[in-house]
Each structure stands twice: as structure tokens, then as C-alpha cells.
């Protein structure tokens, strides 16, 4: 492939792989067969580049394969899924988004259609088929997402970009290193913990605090006694993604390479040991809420990472029979195929019928999309209190579930810990 | 005037020399950086509103998104990437990141640049041979 006997666009994607093969000093290329990668050019600097003549060619070559020469991209080799895009074109106008660059949006879905990139459109694919196994080799892009199939699944990848994951696409190749080894998936450090963690919103706070002790490290957390779920241990990593920067880790007796605290470390001895309690607690949540000052929400946003169905029944219970506040917007993201089954149960007209929307694609921080006007957010999600502030320069409240549908239906914060 | 010369491996080859920017705090690509004026973003980083377009930047490595490689790949290609990058811990993040962002970067230091790098030094980064040349903007 490296020769070019399979075409200049490949040959520019296994340059690129032995460039960042050799920055890592990665000792060899492994093979992958599933690539998680994002090619869309919804974003405001690509849009440039799609509306040129030569269209999503030209996008895919510089920001997929570092190529500043044009070169057409022939179909995707291994099995590649999209992940978030820009905004969601059912509801681009609410989003703020003008008609021609739905059209882009368009476009990209019919280039994705013509490699052969299948349009999960979603930070979360595990939520939506894409459920690699144990020991898989993957080349997935999507901090959240990378923790989640790592820690949780067993599978193996690294956090990849856009263009090791695009190079990936169109080869099947990506370098073996980091979390692809064994010896790099063992604990560094334990994490004791003296308070219960029993709802989502608390596995974010442990996960926010998790993050930045250990920063980049492999964090053990021992406890047996704690009940994770699939909301609990996506709003868990994606959260110590956020404050740090987390790729896997260990919860003895749930993940699957911890079933006890010696094998979660190996030969590993524990670098440091950090005690989670009431005073963390508080300090972290916090340091969450450390942007927010007005009582008054005008939007909340549900659905960082994107929400299962089973968040979307639950968000549906509190919101049922309610209405949002006339100062305030309730948005709520999921990847298109769940929103599928939510029109069909009703969830969807639920949520419509409280005057929130239930949306695809992408997210608030991501896709910079937000009503107009919004100064006060509230949301569930670490991740999103993270980034929301830095990003969009809005404040944000972090919360419960519940305490964020109370703040939409009321328009006024009155979350805290309890 | 006294120089400092710093060893260690190659990232990207090339020669730059300019000013430092050096900050003790990770980076964030994606939500953490400005792309088009180079300007950092985090709310809590020490280099809030200040820009490394230009400059040499020195720091202890990535964290936070995978758009890590994709925002400095913008920023190179808006003019406001560093000129070159110094940083100690390696992942794929910084890797891709410093691959596309096509300016020399090294790693793997026989001394902590972090402790030996200010702010304002003027430093001449050579990738293909690891070597990093400081010149100290204050005499001790």
C-alpha cells in the first residue's frame, strides 16, 4: 500500500500512519477492522473546503489524510463508523442553521453513503450496534467512547484523530501501541472510595475527580459494593476524559480485566492512592458549578454522551404531563436510530408535548448549537459542564437529571447536593 | 549570554527557532483552544486568553478530546499553530496532533524542559537531531 500500487489515497494514508507510527515510536502497524472517525464538513472552517469543486475529495485528502494535494478517495477498506456531526438537520432551524449548509450536511451523507462510512452520526456507536468484542484492536476517535469500549468492552484502541482514524478507514492499519498492548492496560492507581456512588450524576463527580488526579493514568477504582449500568459508566468515563485525560480504567468486579484488585494492576504496584469522600465530593461538585451564578436557566441540554433509550424513558416520566418554562428550552440528544424507537412508543410526543426537542446527530458543545439568546445553562453531563462554559462562553449548572428537568419546567436552578 | 541544550527524541523533524511559551498545565485540543487565533480556552488553564501562535510552545502534554489533532491541524492551516512544540509525555493525541500541525517537536528530555524553560526564552528546536537550544531571556 506504501508503494502507491493501490492508488495515490492510499498511499498518502499509509504515509501518514509511519509518520505518526514513528512520532509515537510505535514498533509496527497492527490491522483493525473497526474504525470509529468523523469525515463530515459541518463544521465552519471545512465548509470552505466541501464547497469547492472538488467537494468532499478535497476535505477527506487535507483534514483525513494531512494532504494538501486533492485526491479521489475510492471506498472505505475496513468496517467504519461516522460519529457526531455538526448539527441535526431535522432541526437546523432551531439550531440556528441556514438552509445551504444543511446542504453540505447532505452532501457529506451522500460521500459517507459512497465509501461505504455507515452513519451512526453518534459520540456513543456502542449504544447503536457497533459493540466491539474483547482483545478487538479498533481505531475509534471520541474520548467518551474510547473509555466506554476499553474499560468496559475490553476492546482495544487508542484515543485516534480524524486523520489516523480516516488513514484507518482506507487501510486498515493503524500503529500498535498504547492500549493495544497488555502491559499499558494495567492500574497505576487506586482509588478507595468512602461514599456510595449510586446515581449517574454521582458516577460523573467520581469520574470528573477520577480524571484529575490521575490525569492520563489508569485509575483503579476498588469497590465491588458499587452497581454500574450503561448510563452510569458512559457519564462515568466520559467525565474523566474531560477533567483528564483518561483512556481506560478498572473497577474491580465489574469491568472485565479487574476481577480482583491484584489482577487489575498485574505487576503493576499502585503509584498512588487517593480517598474519595464527602470533602472530594463537594469540592468537585463544586469546581462543576464554578461558572454559574444566575438562578435563572434558559436552556437545558440532556444527552452528553448521547442518551439510551433507557434515559429517554426516564427523562419522558419526569417530563410527562409537565410543560417547559415560556424563558426556557429543554434540547435532549440521542443517535438517530434510538430517536427511532422513541417516535415510535410515544417518548418522542412526550417530549414535544412538554415543548422540549429530542434531537440527533450531534450535541450543544460539539456542534455549537444552543437557542437563541442563552446566557444560564443546566446540564447532567461532566463532560458538558467541562466544556459548555469554555466554548460557548455561557455559564452552567451541573446536576441531577432531575434537578435539570425541574430547572427547565420552572426556568430557575435550584439543584445542590444532597 | 548563556545557552542550555536539551536532548531528546525526534517527533517531527525540521528546524525552528522563536519564542517561548511555556505553561505547567496539559492542553485541550478541541474545547480547550481557539483555532483560528491560537488563543487557549479552558477555563481553568494558567494560559487562559494568551495565544502560541508564533510561538515555541512548551508544555507537559495533550488531554481532554480526540479533536486534539484535528484543532491544531486547523490552526496550521489558519496561520496560529506554534512554530514548534517541546513537551514530555507522549500520547496519541500529541502525536497525531504535532504530525499535522507539520512543525519540529520533541520529547523524551534528558533534563525537564518545563523546569529549565521560561517563558520568553528564545528557543531553537531541531527535530531531526532532538536537540533543543535555549537562550535565556533573564541572566540568572
Known sequence: MFDGKEGPAIQKAMDLLVRYGEALDA????????????????????????????????????????????????????????????????????????????????????????????????????????????GEICAWMESSAVIYINSVLGARTNAEGRESAGAAMLTGKIPYWGYHIDENRLGTHLIELDVDIDSVSEWGLLGYYIGEMVQEQVPVVNSTRQ???????????????????????????????????????????????FRYGPAERKRIYQSLNSTANDTQVDFVMLGCPHYSIEQIWEAGRLL???????????????????????????????????????????????????????????????????????????????????????????GRWNGGLK | ????????????????????????????????????????????????????????????????????SGQFHIARLAGAAPIAMVFNEMTTKIALGAVVTHAPAITGFDRDPLEIIETGDWVKVDGDTGIVEITKKHKD
Not at chain 1, 485526491?71 to 477498506?77: D, G, H, Q
Not at chain 1, 460519529?83 to 459517507?112: N, R, S, T
Not at chain 1, 414535544?352 to 439568546?373: H, I, N, Q
Open chain 1, 27 to 134: 514498533e509496527r502497524l497492527a490491522d483493525t477492522n473497526n474504525v470509529a472517525g468523523t469525515i463530515g464538513a459541518t463544521m465552519p472552517f471545512l465548509r470552505s473546503y466541501a464547497a469547492g469543486e472538488q467537494g468532499f475529495d478535497a476535505v477527506f485528502s487535507e483534514f483525513s489524510l494531512d494532504s494538501g494535494e486533492v485526491l479521489a478517495i475510492p471506498p472505505v477498506k475496513v468496517f467504519s463508523s461516522h460519529l457526531q456531526q455538526g448539527f441535526d438537520p431535522a432541526h437546523a432551524e432551531q439550531q440556528g442553521i441556514a438552509p445551504e449548509v444543511v446542504k453540505i450536511y447532505k452532501k457529506g451523507g451522500d460521500y459517507c453513503a459512497k465509501l461505504g462510512v455507515q452513519p451512526l452520526n453518534t459520540c456513543a456507536p456502542y449504544l447503536v450496534g457497533n459493540l466491539p468484542v474483547k
Open chain 1, 227 to 273: 452497581i454500574g449500568n450503561l448510563a452510569r459508566l458512559k457519564h462515568f468515563g466520559a467525565a474523566a476524559a474531560s477533567s483528564g485525560g483518561v483512556e481506560m480504567y478498572h473497577i474491580v468486579g465489574l469491568t472485565p480485566e479487574a476481577p480482583t484488585v491484584e489482577a487489575a494492576f498485574g505487576r503493576n504496584k499502585p503509584v498512588a492512592t
Open chain 1, 320 to 410: 410527562e404531563g409537565k410543560h417547559i418554562h415560556e424563558n426556557s428550552n429543554l434540547w435532549i440528544f440521542t443517535p438517530r436510530a434510538i430517536k427511532q424507537m422513541a417516535d415510535q412508543n410515544g417518548l418522542t410526543k412526550i417530549i414535544e408535548d412538554a415543548g422540549a426537542f429530542l434531537m440527533t446527530d450531534t450535541c450543544s458543545a460539539l456542534g455549537r448549537v444552543l437557542p437563541k439568546g442563552v446566557k444560564v445553562a443546566a446540564v447532567d453531563s461532566a463532560k458538558q459542564a467541562h466544556y459548555l462554559p469554555a466554548i460557548m462562553g455561557i455559564q452552567a449548572w451541573f446536576g441531577t437529571t432531575a434537578d435539570c428537568v425541574q430547572a427547565a419546567v420552572t
Open chain 2, 1 to 68: 549570554m548563556t545557552t542550555i541544550i536539551l536532548h531528546g527524541r525526534k517527533v517531527v523533524g525540521g528546524c525552528a527557532e522563536g519564542e517561548a511559551l511555556v505553561t505547567k498545565d496539559r492542553i485541550s485540543g478541541w474545547g480547550g483552544i481557539d483555532p483560528l487565533t491560537g488563543t487557549i480556552i479552558e477555563t481553568r488553564h494558567e494560559l487562559r486568553g494568551q495565544s502560541f501562535k508564533g510561538k515555541v510552545l512548551v508544555f507537559p502534554g495533550a488531554k481532554g478530546s480526540s479533536g486534539w
